[in-house]
């Protein structure tokens, strides 16, 4: 009988993906747009655009997060060390901060990385075995850097326009990165970090004859466990450069030969691309899209079939994360502050205020009964 | 028809003018006061960069980064101490000293389809008549600057044509020229098969049936199709003006290789052969989603060509007399939306103007800290059409149209120039 304890759930259930169910908001009141688990599923790290890294502790009932405080621009992306108690971010001025952040008090960053890109870093990984950070963002290169003090040691070059998305292979040997042009391209880590091949993910790209600028790109990226899947996130047949509505899109590539098994789609409506994707541990595929003033969804798939095999209406989200537990899905949603819309005339004056988020947190199995909660 | 009061018997001819300037190192001292100033009247010209949807205050004329709804990116030092746009305006910033900005306009309209025409019509009280657009008014209030060509053209992506409906109750011979691409208009050269005899027997021979028709029927088509046929031949006269060929290649690095950049640098061409008015439009800025990706991408294509008319104006001398507009019709909302997108906001938004007797270097406009809102004098569109027609040389109050009778103001009643921006 399943319940959450600091996070975890304990007596763990089975996966039941119909069933899902949100188990718990953390509500903010600036909009954040990364969310993270920690590595031992305590904590949510959590950012976007008051500039600060917030860290709640999942085991309090009323959590207020602490808050640790550098970035001086909206942050960008964030990501927690899979062994040490280090977390990176980055932002839109291309600066890069660790972060110890196991401490009682939020402290000054550990060391930082002043510019790691000529604007946005737009993604941050690091590698399975710790040793490396990389980011890409705005100036089309890829970087790797020393987690253990921001040292470069090595810069990916490439991409002919800014990157969206990074992934590493399940095996820790291949990393991809993503691009705004449709260009997916995989690196040997093993051999250097030497440049392997190019995927066409074209189709998340568009570029309209009166366009003023390309649209899209490939915004998320996501291995299944058996490293035989690489799924790309984005949107396709963009509409125009303003709304910029589009039609949520995933490709399903077979790593092995790098051609598209299935381009995945949503049920409901949805005009945004998918800026996060995760694989379950039974393959399952899961993402979330953005759409203007309306909700959205989340959305589940088996990767052989177009269509999803569940969904469930949600506001628009811009990041997800999965609980090393397996069972909790965390992600970062967008909530009207009640100031939105066109031209105010005065009459939110007194009243205008941003847009806010919530951090909810979907439990992938069956809601237990009242006597299963008590028992629990 | 309709007339201004003012009309123009007493305007000069370009070769009359020329003639008067002929043999002198400048006109200050030898013509006639009066004359003198009829004569910088003439030369008054506007360009009107008109960026169709909206561009982001915060994100190019004011920046704001300490405020709540500030976007991402960082602000940067123009000339003016003190004064910061968005890094996405690096050439604006360094000819801030050269222009003027207007931070608090505060406007009614938060729709297109109705704010477009509202804001190029300066929003004048409603009597019941359909304004003309800006272009068309100075097409008429002050008459071509150069005889020979259209005094207003209108260059825009897609199609041309000619759009005789800006002109309003001013009749369709004030209609805009419009070139799609900033492209001559197709079958401006004759072919070589008609002679010039053989063509002017056609166009002879077009009139009389015009004129037939127009006997018996409403004239205000016919007056477009007249008005287009007299437009092309005086541009298949002037085929010069759009010889790609004459370009210098760093002009076209300097201004951009993009739509907007090469229709700036085209509009500075048309400037130069002596066009009243010339409205540049682009289109798609109503960044409702990826605002900041798109303005990212979109604002320097506005920054770069703007910095380089307003320079290249400044350094022949023209700035004195060629009024620049860059303005939307409205700005974007402060709060962020659920796509990253910024929403219409007409209640507090930016425009930047340059030359033709508006002040150089002058930030205009308090607002509140976060930028939502106008603090203390908001201006509204007919505080800029009054203040444009009067850098012009035309007295916004003393000067009317007169349509079927009526007396009709050429700007709001009620509003008034913004002294702030004018020399």
């Known amino acids: ?376 | 028809m309709s007339s201004p009061c003012q009309p123009h018997e007493h305007a000069l001819s370009r070769r009359r003018m020329l003639g008067m300037l002929g043999g002198t190192a400048g006109f200050g001292s030898l013509l006639q006061p009066a004359i003198a100033r009829e004569v910088v009247k003439q030369n008054k010209q506007v360009c009107l960069i008109w960026l169709d949807g909206g561009m982001s205050q915060y994100e190019s004329w004011h920046p704001l980064p300490e405020s709540q709804f500030a976007g991402p990116f960082r602000s940067i030092k123009t000339s003016i101490p003190g004064v910061h746009f968005s890094e996405l305006m690096p050439h604006s910033a360094k000819i801030a000293h050269k222009i003027s900005v207007i931070r608090s306009m505060s406007t009614k309209d938060p729709n297109h389809s109705t704010g477009v025409p509202r804001m190029q019509r300066g929003d004048p009280v409603n009597r019941g008549v359909d304004y003309p657009y800006l272009g068309s008014a100075v097409a008429k209030l002050l008459g071509p600057a150069n005889p020979e060509l259209p005094p207003y053209i209108w260059i825009k992506p897609g199609n041309g044509g000619f759009i005789h409906r800006e002109a309003g109750f001013l009749g369709a011979q004030y209609g805009a020229l419009a070139l799609g691409d900033g492209q001559a208009p197709i079958h401006i050269h004759r072919p070589d098969a008609i002679s010039a005899q053989h063509d002017e027997a056609r166009h002879a021979l077009r009139k009389k049936a015009n004129e037939r028709f127009k006997a018996y029927r409403g004239a205000a088509e016919i007056d477009a199709y007249e008005t287009s046929y007299e437009m092309a031949q005086q541009l298949m006269a002037r085929k010069d003006i759009f010889d790609d060929g004459k370009l210098n290649p760093r002009d076209r690095e300097r201004y951009g290789t993009h739509p907007l950049g090469r229709h700036i640098l085209r509009a500075r061409g048309l400037l130069e052969a002596g066009v009243r008015f010339v409205k540049v439009n682009s289109y798609h800025w109503d960044t409702h989603g990826d605002n900041f990706n798109m303005s990212q991408r979109l604002v320097p294509q506005i920054d770069r060509p703007f910095a380089a008319l307003v320079n290249d104006l400044d350094e022949s001398g023209m700035l004195e007399n060629v009024l620049v507009v860059v303005m939307s019709e409205f700005g974007r909302t402060p709060v962020i939306n659920s796509r990253l997108g910024r929403d219409h906001w007409p209640d507090c938004w930016s425009l930047a103007l340059a030359g033709c007797g508006i002040k150089r270097g002058a930030m205009v406009g308090a607002t509140s800290k976060d930028g939502a809102w106008v603090e203390g004098t908001g201006y509204d569109v007919g505080d800029l059409f009054h203040t444009i027609f009067t850098v012009l040389g035309i007295h916004p109050r003393r000067t009317n149209y007169r349509h079927q009778g009526q007396k009709l103001a050429i700007a709001h009643d009620e509003c008034r120039p913004i002294e702030e921006v004018m020399l």
């Open chain 1, 1 to 376: 009988m399943p319940a959450h304890r600091g996070g975890d759930v304990v007596n763990r259930p089975a996966l039941d993906i119909k069933a899902a169910w949100m188990s718990r908001e953390l509500k903010h009141d600036r909009q954040l747009y990364r969310a993270q688990f920690s590595p031992d599923g305590r904590l949510v790290a959590a950012a976007g655009q008051d500039r600060l890294v917030h860290l709640w502790n999942l085991a309090s009932e009323e959590p207020a997060p602490k808050s640790f405080d550098a970035h001086r621009t909206w942050i960008s992306s964030l990501v927690f060390h899979p062994t040490e108690k280090l977390l990176f971010t980055a932002d839109h001025h291309g600066i890069i901060y660790c972060w110890d952040y196991d401490t009682e008090m939020p402290g000054q960053p550990r060391w930082s990385i002043p510019e790691a890109d000529r604007n946005n870093v737009r993604a941050l990984l690091v590698t399975h075995d710790g040793q490396h950070l990389v980011s890409a963002g705005d100036d089309a290169i890829v970087k790797v850097w020393s987690t253990v003090d921001g040292r470069p040691v090595t810069q990916l070059k490439g991409h002919k326009d800014c990157v969206f998305s990074l992934a590493v292979s399940p095996d820790g040997n291949h990393l991809v990165s993503g691009d705004l042009l449709g260009s997916i391209r995989q690196w040997n880590i093993a051999d250097s970090w030497k440049p392997a091949r190019e995927l066409d993910a074209r189709l998340l790209h568009t570029r309209g004859d009166d366009f003023l600028a390309d649209v899209g790109g490939v915004r998320s990226l996501a291995f299944r466990a058996d490293g035989q899947v690489l799924a790309a996130g984005g949107m396709k047949e963009a509409k125009s450069n303003a709304f910029c509505p589009g039609k949520p899109t995933v490709l399903a590539f077979d790593w092995a030969t790098g051609v598209v098994k299935n381009e995945l789609r949503i049920m409901g409506k949805s005009d945004g691309p998918f800026n996060a994707l995760r694989f379950l541990e039974d393959g399952t595929l899961v993402g979330h899209t953005e759409i203007l003033h309306s909700n959205s969804e989340l959305t589940f798939w088996q990767i052989d079939q177009v269509a999803p095999l569940h969904s469930l209406v949600s506001p628009p989200a811009y990041d997800l994360s999965l609980h090393p537990d397996g069972r909790q899905l965390l992600a970062a949603c967008y909530v009207s502050g009640g100031s939105s819309g066109n031209g105010a005339q005065k009459r939110f004056k007194d009243n205008y205020v941003p847009n806010k988020s919530t951090l909810r947190i979907f439990s992938l199995f069956a809601k237990p009964t009242t006597e299963e909660k008590k028992t629990g």
